[in-house]
């Protein structure tokens, strides 16, 4: 019996005894196949595991190119110990809940869309400072295009009492009103940019 075929009936046994151990008769919803993975790869980073790799190749240094194939070799037998059980393991349709849209969720894009603004701003303000006066090309590329987005994304910003008159969705602003604090420091977003967020 050469080295292969003993790798390959250590774990096969070994994998199938976990099989036969679950003791899985009847058909099961697909929990079970993924306890199944999971106790194969536990499996795999046992001292017993490694010990058979190296069993594999003796006389030889392990790499990870002996590793691969020992890995490849597993996984296969793992497939057909599973595929004798396919026919036990049925498949679960999973239904997506559906929900309806509010003015409340509606307004949360646009409180979302004006903190995704304000985040790249805040990113691009650090980039001009940090490269301000740098004297490197690199630098100098650097701030250039941070200043570009910056004024880019200062043009996104729209005050809170322009867009209060000028909105045609007055209730997409209230999650962002009611979150204000005194400084008025949340960021607004125009029509344009929330309805993109929407989408």
Same mark, same amino acid.
């Given at each position: 019996?050469?080295?292969?075929?003993?790798?390959?009936?250590?774990?096969?046994?070994?994998?199938?005894?976990?099989?036969?151990?679950?003791?899985?008769?009847?058909?099961?919803?697909?929990?079970?196949?993924?306890?199944?993975?999971?106790?194969?790869?536990?499996?795999?980073?046992?001292?017993?595991?490694?010990?058979?790799?190296?069993? %594999? %190749?003796?006389?030889?240094?392990?790499?990870?190119?002996?590793?691969?194939?020992?890995?490849?070799?597993?996984?296969?037998?793992?497939?057909?110990?599973?595929?004798?059980?396919?026919?036990?393991?049925?498949?679960?349709?999973?239904?997506?809940?559906?929900?309806?849209?509010?003015?409340?969720?509606?307004?949360? %894009?646009?409180?979302?869309?004006?903190?995704?603004?304000?985040?790249?701003?805040?990113?691009?303000?650090?980039?001009?400072?940090?490269?301000?006066?740098?004297?490197?090309?690199?630098?100098?590329?650097?701030?250039?295009?941070?200043?570009?987005? %910056?004024?880019?994304?200062?043009?996104?910003?729209?005050?809170?009492?322009?867009?209060?008159?000028?909105?045609?969705?007055?209730?997409?602003?209230?999650?962002?009103?009611?979150?204000?604090?005194?400084?008025?420091?949340?960021?607004?977003?125009?029509?344009?940019?929330?309805?993109?967020?929407?989408?």
């Amino acid at each position: 019996m050469n080295e292969i075929t003993k790798f390959c009936e250590k774990e096969f046994l070994a994998l199938n005894a976990i099989m036969e151990y679950m003791n899985i008769t009847e058909p099961v919803q697909v929990k079970p196949e993924t306890q199944f993975i999971e106790k194969c790869h536990q499996h795999q980073i046992s001292a017993q595991y490694r010990l058979n790799c190296m069993l %594999f %190749f003796p006389n030889t240094n392990i790499s990870s190119g002996h590793w691969y194939i020992t890995y490849k070799l597993t996984v296969a037998i793992n497939q057909f110990i599973l595929s004798r059980k396919e026919k036990l393991f049925s498949f679960v349709e999973k239904e997506i809940s559906k929900r309806q849209v509010t003015n409340a969720s509606i307004a949360r %894009f646009r409180y979302a869309g004006g903190f995704c603004i304000h985040k790249i701003k805040e990113e691009q303000v650090s980039i001009v400072k940090t490269h301000m006066y740098s004297k490197s090309v690199e630098g100098q590329e650097k701030y250039e295009k941070a200043s570009d987005v %910056f004024t880019i994304v200062q043009g996104m910003r729209v005050e809170e009492e322009h867009l209060k008159t000028t909105t045609f969705d007055p209730d997409s602003l209230m999650d962002t009103i009611r979150k204000q604090y005194t400084n008025k420091g949340l960021t607004h977003i125009s029509d344009e940019l929330y309805q993109f967020f929407v989408k």
